[in-house]
């Protein structure tokens, strides 16, 4: 069994939230692969079934973000896994919007939703960290990440969520490889090597004649230098 947990703040205020992306991942997840409802438990929701041949445990602390390591370290325990059973989806700020990049363990770099699980039950578990972009200073970063994802980013989120659902699968069997193919599949999809080529102009044959020249001769110099 393992625990795939999303990361985000609960109440419809956070909901559409850069931070929230998470809990956006698992959402996702649970609606297209058939997950049983969402069940109030671990202090947070959490809904089971099954990816592929691996039963799953999709987990959202409702603890905030800056307590989710209680969440996540009581819900481990409590069905005798260990910190490798465990994947967390978060959001970046160090990777470009769009982008997914799977890591296993390291450090939280200031996270604060990685830094409690850290205390809670250390640093050996799998992270698949969502791209959110920085907002290019270290002030604005709290506004930006509780700030909700703009119209304009709709398009990449989507094909996102599409991904990591399409990889989740795979994620789950142990191929991070896999699921980072699915999710490129889907966020940067390969373009068609068969491109239309413009007519090309017949050239004139080699007799044709050519037309008479009937510039005078000081037309013929201003025209060197045009």
């Given at each position: 069994m393992q625990i795939f947990v999303g990361l985000g703040n609960p109440g419809a205020k956070y909901a559409g939230n850069r931070h929230n992306i998470g809990f956006m991942a698992l959402d996702r997840i649970a609606s297209d692969h058939g997950f049983g409802p969402w069940k109030a438990k671990f202090q947070g929701q959490i809904a089971e079934g099954r990816l592929g041949a691996d039963k799953v445990l999709l987990l959202k602390p409702e603890t905030f973000m800056n307590l989710s390591g209680q969440s996540v370290g009581e819900a481990m325990r409590f069905y005798k896994l260990t910190p490798g059973d465990v994947t967390v989806f978060h959001d970046e700020l160090d990777l470009a919007p769009g982008k997914c990049r799977v890591k296993m363990g390291g450090g939280h770099a200031g996270h604060n939703g990685l830094r409690s699980i850290h205390a809670h039950i250390g640093e050996a578990y799998q992270r698949v960290r969502l791209g959110i972009g920085h907002p290019g200073r270290k002030e604005l970063v709290s506004?930006?990440?509780?700030?909700?994802?703009?119209?304009?980013?709709?398009?990449?989120?989507?094909?996102?969520?599409?991904?990591?659902?399409?990889?989740?699968?795979?994620?789950?069997?142990?191929?991070?490889?896999?699921?980072?193919?699915?999710?490129?599949?889907?966020?940067?999809?390969?373009?068609?090597?068969?491109?239309?080529?413009?007519?090309?102009?017949?050239?004139?044959?080699?007799?044709?004649?050519?037309?008479?020249?009937?510039?005078?001769?000081?037309?013929?110099?201003?025209?060197?230098?045009?």
């Open positions: 506004a930006y990440v509780l700030h909700d994802f703009h119209k304009a980013d709709e398009g990449w989120l989507d094909d996102l969520m599409r991904g990591i659902s399409d990889g989740a699968p795979a994620l789950a069997d142990g191929d991070a490889a896999r699921f980072s193919n699915a999710v490129a599949q889907r966020t940067a999809p390969p373009r068609s090597s068969k491109t239309a080529k413009a007519p090309e102009t017949p050239a004139a044959p080699a007799d044709t004649p050519q037309p008479e020249d009937t510039r005078s001769p000081l037309q013929k110099l201003a025209d060197k230098f045009r």
